[in-house]
């Protein structure tokens, strides 16, 4: 648990299991105390209009977070100027609270979302993170901001590190 008691849970959103992804991941989880779950490890299939897929790790792991979390730290790559996949499609289902599980849906609002992005180089775009804001506020949860953490020769420097740290600090 980080000082300011906020209890957080990072979303590894990566196709490589172990890569720099995981990396970032584990380093703010040092840093700030938090849980980690792995999309690549859940069993999370695409948004389904007529919902056959209720039965995956989607709801338990949405329900896992309001239950035991106060904010959502989304730690994806930067592939073709997006996000990753298994976040696309972990967003994409927030449209089952929406509709049959509206209940649990309305149970975001009041709590937090964040987004850490990383790369090999430092280049991304600020606007990167507007599908995660505008989902958050969508959602009625606090957007507490984006950063981004390049990857130097399979290590985060202390600038990054750094970065980490106010993101967190944003928590407050």
């Given at each position: ?12 959103g990566s196709s ?140 985060i420097s202390g ?14």
């Amino acid at each position: 648990m980080n000082s300011n008691n906020t209890r957080i849970l990072s979303l590894i959103g990566s196709s490589h299991k172990n890569g720099n992804t995981t990396l970032v991941a584990k380093a703010f989880a040092d840093i700030s105390g938090s849980a980690i779950a792995d999309l690549g490890q859940k069993d999370i299939s695409y948004y389904d209009y007529d919902h056959k897929n209720r039965n995956d790790d989607f709801l338990p792991l949405i329900k896992d977070f309001i239950d035991n979390y106060d904010t959502l730290v989304i730690v994806t790559p930067i592939y073709w100027y997006t996000m990753s996949a298994e976040v696309k499609t972990f967003l994409d289902r927030i449209s089952d609270l929406l509709t049959i599980e509206k209940e649990t849906g309305r149970q975001l609002r009041g709590k937090s979302m964040a987004l850490i992005s990383q790369t090999e180089g430092d280049f991304f775009h600020e606007w990167f993170a507007e599908p995660i804001k505008l989902t958050a506020e969508y959602l009625g949860m606090d957007f507490k901001g984006h950063v981004h953490v390049s990857i130097e020769n399979g290590a985060i420097s202390g600038t990054y590190i750094k970065r980490l740290k106010e993101l967190l600090n944003m928590f407050k």
